[in-house]
């Protein structure tokens, strides 16, 4: 794992060489299920709008799937993809040109200072949190973006609490995982070593649930995939 304050420059370094395999990474190593989940989080923030319109925003948007699917609810008056990986904005580019309800921002989620205060009713992270430099500080900002009564939304990896399904489930994360990136690259790729040695820092589900809480997001929950491999956090601003 790199140390903490050279993070964000090994993330952002790295996310550009292997941007133009990434989506077929994803699939692969979680057998397409990405994809629902995915759908999942759509499905939320379409319930959570109703029947009036909400500006959205896709941090650490990496390609863009998220924002894709935000952008394809009726009542998205405007998606924002957020990442600062240049070659993955790229990317997201070419599947979001023809949504014309998108603008495409390279941006740091510790900082994101080109968004005032409460300018957000939806905030989503996918597969991203967990390489951010400094999860508390991205946390504030996405707390002081957002709207009171805004949602928060965050899908990424888990901890599995079954002690056998955990034992299947850290081989398969930690030994096929990076060999499938292996494959798909043509060589070894330090990214794709670090994509599972990073879930061992990030907080298990009931910890991201009390610092969610602790940064001041209310209602709470999460919802877990695949036995705790992926899980879904949803918190609300307070109104």
Same mark, same amino acid.
């Given at each position: 794992m790199?140390?903490s304050d $050279? $993070? ?9 060489q292997?941007?133009k395999?990434?989506d077929?990474? #994803?699939?692969?190593?979680? *057998?397409f299920l990405h994809?629902?989940w ?5 499905k ?6 109703k029947?009036?319109?909400i500006?959205?925003m896709d941090?650490c948007?990496?390609t &863009?799937?998220?924002s894709?699917?935000?952008?394809? %609810?009726?009542?998205?008056k =405007?998606?924002?993809a ?6 993955m =904005?790229?990317?997201? !580019?070419?599947k979001? @040109?023809?949504q014309t #309800? ?5 941006g740091?989620?510790t900082?994101?200072?080109n968004?005032?205060?409460?300018s957000l ?12 430099s400094?999860?508390p @500080?991205?946390? &504030? ?6 709207k009171?009564?805004g949602?928060?939304? #965050?899908l990424?990896? &888990?901890?599995?609490?079954n002690p %056998?399904?955990?034992? *299947?489930a850290?081989?398969y994360f930690?030994k ?7 494959l798909i690259?043509g060589? $070894?790729?330090?990214?794709f070593d670090y994509?599972?040695i990073?879930?061992?820092? +990030?907080?298990?589900q009931e910890?991201l649930?009390n610092?969610l ?5 209310t209602?709470?929950?999460?919802k877990n995939?695949?036995? &705790? #491999?992926?899980?879904? !956090?949803?918190? +609300?601003?307070?109104?």
């Amino acid at each position: 794992m790199p140390s903490s304050d $050279k $993070k964000a420059s090994f993330v952002k370094e790295n996310f550009n060489q292997i941007s133009k395999k990434y989506d077929l990474f #994803n699939d692969l190593n979680s *057998f397409f299920l990405h994809r629902l989940w995915k759908n999942q989080i759509a499905k939320i923030i379409k319930a959570y709008c109703k029947n009036r319109e909400i500006i959205c925003m896709d941090l650490c948007c990496g390609t &863009g799937d998220i924002s894709l699917r935000l952008s394809q %609810i009726p009542n998205a008056k =405007l998606v924002y993809a957020v990442d600062f990986s240049e070659n993955m =904005l790229e990317i997201a !580019h070419e599947k979001l @040109k023809t949504q014309t #309800n998108t603008q495409i921002q390279q941006g740091d989620a510790t900082n994101l200072a080109n968004f005032p205060n409460e300018s957000l009713d939806v905030v989503t992270v996918g597969f991203g949190l967990r390489n951010v430099s400094n999860l508390p @500080k991205a946390l &504030g900002e996405i707390y002081r973006v957002l709207k009171k009564g805004g949602i928060f939304v #965050n899908l990424d990896v &888990g901890k599995v609490k079954n002690p %056998i399904l955990r034992v *299947f489930a850290n081989f398969y994360f930690f030994k096929i995982v990076p060999l499938i990136g292996y494959l798909i690259w043509g060589g $070894k790729n330090q990214m794709f070593d670090y994509l599972p040695i990073s879930s061992l820092y +990030y907080p298990s589900q009931e910890e991201l649930k009390n610092i969610l809480e602790k940064s001041g997001f209310t209602n709470v929950s999460y919802k877990n995939f695949v036995f &705790g #491999n992926a899980t879904m !956090h949803i918190g +609300y601003k307070p109104k």
